[in-house]
Structures are given as structure tokens and as C-alpha cells.
């Protein structure tokens, strides 16, 4: 701990958030002045996430469970990102194959719109999708295909995108649970260097590869590319590093804008898929349907 300031945390789990289970739970501890850290997805809607936000207040916030961020190998990434150290990002790869039996979805509020908001887009590949946006910011559009290919699910069991970032960068997004190999696979090619990761629900410093560009010649920069120390992805780590925040009086990651990017991308995901054209991350204004629910679902009311 920075301090010996007092933290006051809930935890709301996972599951489902039928009728709005994590939002009531949310805002009852904020209001109460107690901070939350809660599971993903981080709300069904963008206008349920700022409306939970609009509960905040001094001493009070909220996080969303994005553990992926915080192992060593990350971290490590994020310094270099920040530093210019790989020099410029240009082509990224996030991509959750994972498998899902027809079995799994026999509990009544998996793959359904109104309770997880979506199919894997949200509930699984959305992890993934959090720790490339915290890596490289902010996008800007996005070109999406969505489907319902083999499971009897109301939402997708794939979706596909190219989204392009505010740094001019561009990134493919797969999200599947029809995948028999299941793998985690992120990549990100800077014009000096890429760094990969490849693992299924966490990952240690071993899951990581930095590959110097053929122009690159400082052997010491390429040594010193590797993580120092070895944190494995997990709860622990970002509750440590939440806790450590919330006791110096610092907003913790994953919450505010910086945990709404990866809900931003897949509200605009879906929009896409749904109306065949590129969506802009500024459309996602409170005059949009896709803004009030993942599926659009005004449009049709």
C-alpha cells in the first residue's frame, strides 16, 4: 500500500447481470460510499455503464475485472509503448478462438441479449479486446460481421472486425466459441519490433515473444525488451494493484473512459454487424440506439 488511507471495496461477481443485477449492486454501494470491483462485462449498455458512473464520487469508484492488463508482460509492453521504445505501432492482432458445447448454454440466461448483452464479443473475447485497447488507446472505426453459425443462442457465436485506432493503427478482432484448438492470441507489430502473446485464460512471462525488426541492431535493446520480473495475469495481480490505488487516492485502471473502451468497441461491433457499415466511435451518442442496448433493440421496438 502508497498509504495508510482507509479502502472501503465490494466485489460483484459473475454470471449473467439478469435484470440489472450488477448495476442495482453497483450503485448501491457507491452511493453508500463504497468503491466496487466488479466483473465483466462492465454493464448490458453504454448508457447502463455512464449512468453506474454518474454514482461516483470522492472516494468512491468503481473498476471492472480486466485482470489480463496487469501481469508483468503488459506492463512491461505498456512502459515500452509509452516510452517509444518499439517506435510506432501499425498492425495489431486480437483474436479469442475459444469452444463453448451446446451444453454450456442450457443455463437460461447464457446467450441471451438481456442478460450478457451479448455472445462472445462481450462474455469472452472482450479480455482480450481490453488489454489491446490498454495498450494502444482509443479507435476510432469499425467494420464488423456478426454470427449465429452453430449454437442456439439469440446472440452471435462469432463476430469479426478491423477497427482503426486514433494512432493511425489498425487491428483485427476474431471472438469465437466454435474453435476446437482453443488459444488467446494477441500480436502487435511496431515499425521497430513485435511483440506477441499467445495463451488460453492467463499467461505468464513464458506466453510472451518480442521479435527485434531486421533494422534493429542494439543488442542491448533487444535483451532488455523482456520483462525484469514474472507476475502471471490474474485476479490477485489487479486487485493488488486496485487496492494500492484506492489507498493513494488514485482513480484505479479499468474503471471511468479507461474501462469503457472495450464496451465502446463492442457496442460498435455490433452496430456495424447489424447495419452493414463502418461506425464511428463518435456515433456512439445517446441519440443511437446501439448506445441504449448491444443489439439496437429500439430500432425494432
Known sequence: MH???AVRIAVVGAGGIADGAHREAIVACL??????????PPALSLAEYDEIAAHERDGAVVSYVFQHRFGSGATTLRAQIDAGALGRPLVAVCHTLWFR????????????????????????????MDLALSLLGDWTEVRAMTGTLDRDVETEDVSMAMVRLESGAMLSVVNSLLSPRETSYL?????????ELTHLYGYDNSHWRW??????????????????NDLPSSHAAQLSALLDSLASGERPAA???????????????????????P?????????NPFYHSMNGAAVRA
Request: charged fraction near 25%; include cysteine; proline fraction near 7%.
Open 3 to 5: 498509504s495508510d488511507r
Open 31 to 40: 452511493d453508500a460510499g463504497v468503491s466496487v470491483w466488479c466483473e465483466k
Open 101 to 128: 458445447p451446446p451444453s454450456y448454454f442450457d443455463l437460461p440466461w447464457r446467450g441471451r441479449w438481456d442478460t450478457e448483452g451479448g455472445g462472445p464479443t462481450m462474455g469472452h473475447g472482450i479480455h482480450q
Open 187 to 195: 500480436r502487435f507489430d511496431f515499425s521497430d519490433a513485435t511483440v
Open 211 to 228: 521479435t527485434p525488426a531486421a533494422h534493429v541492431d542494439d543488442v542491448a535493446r533487444t535483451d532488455g525488451w523482456a520483462p525484469a
Open 255 to 277: 474503471g471511468g473512459h479507461d474501462g469503457r473502451r472495450s464496451l465502446e468497441l463492442a457496442a460498435g461491433l455490433y452496430q456495424s454487424a447489424m447495419t452493414g457499415r
Open 279 to 287: 461506425v464511428l466511435r463518435e456515433e456512439l451518442t445517446p441519440d
